[in-house]
């Protein structure tokens, strides 16, 4: 797939562009394999994409459940996707991720962040990265330069009995 | 392909003429996109179906007219839909849990017989009869109620299988009692935990889902991405006070 990346990535967007806005997964999953295929032909793409505003609620009444919310997740990938052109050396993919870092999305900026530490190829390079972060952030946020991640076996957990009996009271059935 | 649902909800006024009346129609989509024709084999046989049957203890009357009760395998009804769910839910970790008496390692091992434990039955309705309209999951649970969990379209056809797995865990914390207590505090404004600390429904979802990013098994690599995605997007939108993890 590599070896045709331009022509895979054209053929990506193109998909994107006629997917119903209400096919979550599968705009997502065609920014994944962006993401896989990482070629600089998406940049515009998915610049214009991490950026572009929240649209209006399309899940009314659910209290549990919002497009919002997948909005937000498929800008959070197409910033990956920049993540993935910069981790090349491609410098424009950075200036992309620089323009997000002050997101109002915590997820989005989180992304763009570590996105833009990533692409350092060395340690002095991150560092450096790391400065200029920090001239751009609010020290609110320098909690958020850093690539460390979380092990779920390190996060609380409730407390489980190892075994117990299920006890239900009779129940009229239909 | 859109196919009419032969549901018909009719309720009977003591004068004999009908309350009201409402059609449904499936809206699959594309079942490779959303994992269920990756799962609908595995899940299709018959001691799978007769045990969570009885876990889960459905009714036919919940499930028949169109629902999946005669087609149990057909993936573009309600009912097998919710059969991948739960094959999702309790076959996913290497070593799946035999009994719903075992609470023992992971949310991965442990979410199946904790659901099975406190929703006391799952019933499939219409709902808005639309994927994008209404709850996905209504649960009930009081003194004066008959406890259930009831399965809606935005359920059925709104979210791909590893969602779906996560929408019963999620109202099965419900059913054991636990409501969200965070009101509007949250980024996405609505079923907001105050912290994690709470061991709230939405905590019990990310664990789930977490997990399966991880040691998931029987399953595809877009699940575990999109699970990863799901639960990061409950950290950081679903809580009052984000517990600021970050999902590897």
């Known amino acids: 797939m590599r070896a045709r990346a331009p022509e895979v990535t054209r053929g990506l967007i193109e998909s994107y562009g006629k997917t119903a806005p209400d096919r979550y997964f599968r705009r997502w999953a065609l920014l994944e394999t962006l993401r896989e295929v990482s070629d600089k032909g998406a940049l515009s793409f998915v610049a214009r994409l991490s950026s572009s505003p929240i649209p209006p609620e399309r899940i009314k009444g659910d209290p549990e459940r919002s497009s919002a919310d997948e909005e937000v997740r498929i800008r959070i990938k197409a910033v990956e996707v920049l993540a ?42 991150q560092a450096r990265r790391g400065e200029v972060l920090r001239k751009r952030l609010p020290k609110t946020d320098y909690g958020l330069i850093t690539l460390d991640a979380t092990d779920v076996k390190q996060v609380p957990h409730p407390a489980m009995p190892e075994k117990f009996d299920i006890k239900r009271a009779p129940r009229a059935k239909n | ?25 499936y809206q699959p989509g594309n079942n490779n996109d959303s994992g269920d024709n990756f799962y609908g084999p595995s899940m299709c046989n018959q001691p799978f179906i007769d045990a969570v049957w009885e876990h889960f203890d459905f009714d036919k009357g919940d499930w028949d007219d169109g629902f999946g009760w005669d087609e149990a395998c057909n993936v573009d009804q309600p009912l097998a839909r919710t059969f991948n769910a739960l094959y999702l839910l309790a076959y996913s970790a290497e070593d799946y849990a035999t009994s719903t008496s075992d609470f023992s390692g992971n949310a991965l091992r442990w979410a199946y017989p904790y659901s099975a434990s406190n929703i006391d039955e799952l019933d499939g309705r219409c709902g808005s009869g639309d994927k994008n309209t209404g709850a996905r999951a209504t649960t009930y ?67 789930y889902l977490w ?16 699970a990863r995605s799901e639960a990061q997007n409950i950290i950081d939108r679903g809580f009052n006070t984000n517990p600021g993890y970050v999902i590897p």
């Open chain 1, 84 to 125: 993935a052109v910069a981790s090349q050396g491609v410098q424009e993919a950075d200036e992309a991720l620089l323009r997000l870092v002050r997101h109002a999305d915590r997820g989005i900026r989180r992304t763009a962040i570590r996105g833009y530490l990533a692409a350092g190829r060395s340690s002095e390079e």
């Open chain 2, 1 to 25: 392909m859109k196919r009419m649902l032969l549901f018909t909800m009719i309720g009977v006024l003591s004068l004999g003429a009908p309350l009201y009346a409402a059609t449904c129609f």
């Open chain 2, 141 to 207: 649970r009081g003194p004066t109620v008959d406890d259930r969990t009831v399965l809606k379209w935005p359920f059925f056809y709104g979210e791909v299988v590893v969602q779906r797995a996560g929408t019963i865990l999620h109202e099965a914390r419900h059913a054991a009692g636990k409501s969200h207590n965070g009101g509007s505090g949250c980024p996405r404004g609505k079923s907001c935990d105050t912290n994690w600390a709470y061991q709230g429904a939405n905590m019990y979802q990310v664990l």
């Open chain 2, 211 to 226: 997990w399966f990013r991880v040691d998931g098994t029987r399953t595809t690599s877009a699940m575990k991405n999109w």
